[in-house]
């Protein structure tokens, strides 16, 4: 496993992270999700994923377990906050009160003292920023949390945070997970700019896209059963981005030849290409079984030469 500083803080997370999202405490049993949890935490993975609104908060429980078999100081975890975990007017977005509330209920839930990475995990508009990045600053005076981040927020929300936060002497945002993959651009443009000038480093989901980047979709196949595409419950996310389209699958064919070529993998390939960036500190990848995870974790360390990225390009344009 190879290791990577987060942004221009001192942390430092391993480049392939585990994630939890549609997947522990929902589709996949507790028992094989901490199988999962172990050969992460085997193959050296460092940093593991997960959010309060994640199964309403099954997800965390389940990690924390498993997690609670190795020394505190030896993984890095990351959980998040603003999503619905109730039915009150309060029980959702960044106010002071849900901030608090919401991580004083994910420690217990983790079954630790403090949370490493704690995400505002999409902007709210309706709560006063200084507001938020204050009850943000406050769990980091108080030990709660080390260390803060964003999820899904644009560049100009993020500069105005940044903004303020220097402003008022807050602890500086150090950690942004967005949606990053081959198919998924959109933050190389604005993004990733902002956070290098901010010394903000990205966590990216979804790099493998939903695992269409994976290659196990062909065309005019059905979609094997047990995969996302395969379960009604989760499809929505490949529908509504087209990921199943001819035209994508094409251009997976025309990907998995430079993957063959290199002599590795498509996971490896399309995780390799997202760790290409300077700035994309680590990819949380979403397993269900531990050779799952013993794949993806062997994308670290690889590197792609300037030839096969050129074509890649070629190929995604």
Request: net charge negative; with cysteine; charged share 20%.
């Amino acid at each position: 496993m190879q290791y990577r500083r987060l942004g221009n803080s001192g942390l430092k997370v391993s480049e392939i992270a585990l994630g939890s999202w549609l997947t522990y405490g929902g589709s996949v049993e507790a028992a094989s999700a901490e199988a999962v949890i172990h050969k992460a935490y085997e193959l050296g993975i460092n940093y593991f994923d997960t959010a309060n609104m994640y199964a309403r908060g099954e997800a965390e429980r389940i990690v924390g377990r498993a997690l609670a078999s190795y020394d505190r100081d030896s993984y890095v975890l990351g959980t998040k906050v603003y999503f619905d975990m109730g039915d009150g007017p309060n029980d959702r977005g960044l106010s002071r009160k849900h901030i608090i509330e919401q991580c004083n209920a994910s420690l217990k839930r983790l079954g630790v003292d403090y949370i490493d990475l704690y995400y505002c995990h999409r902007y709210d508009d309706n709560t006063p920023l200084e507001e938020t990045l204050r009850a943000m600053d406050d769990l980091i005076t108080q030990g709660k949390v080390l260390y803060t981040g964003i999820s899904e927020w644009n560049a100009g929300q993020i500069a105005d945070a940044c903004g303020l936060a220097k402003q008022l002497h807050f602890d500086p945002i150090v950690v942004n997970q967005p949606e990053y993959n081959m198919f998924t651009r959109s933050i190389e443009k604005e993004v990733v700019p902002m956070c290098e000038d901010k010394g903000i480093g990205q966590v990216v989901f979804s790099p493998l896209a939903h695992g269409v980047l994976t290659g196990k979709y062909r065309k005019g196949e059905t979609p094997p059963a047990g995969t996302r595409a395969a379960n009604p419950e989760h499809n929505h996310w490949i529908k509504s981005q087209g990921l199943l389209s001819e035209h994508r699958l094409d251009q997976i064919e025309q990907l998995q030849g430079i993957a063959n070529r290199n002599g590795i993998s498509m996971p490896q390939l399309a995780l390799a290409w997202n760790l290409r960036l300077p700035n994309v500190a680590s990819c949380i990848i979403g397993a269900t079984r531990p050779e799952q995870v013993e794949q993806n974790a062997s994308a670290a360390g690889v590197r792609l030469s300037a030839e096969d990225l050129a074509e890649i390009e070629c190929i995604l344009a």
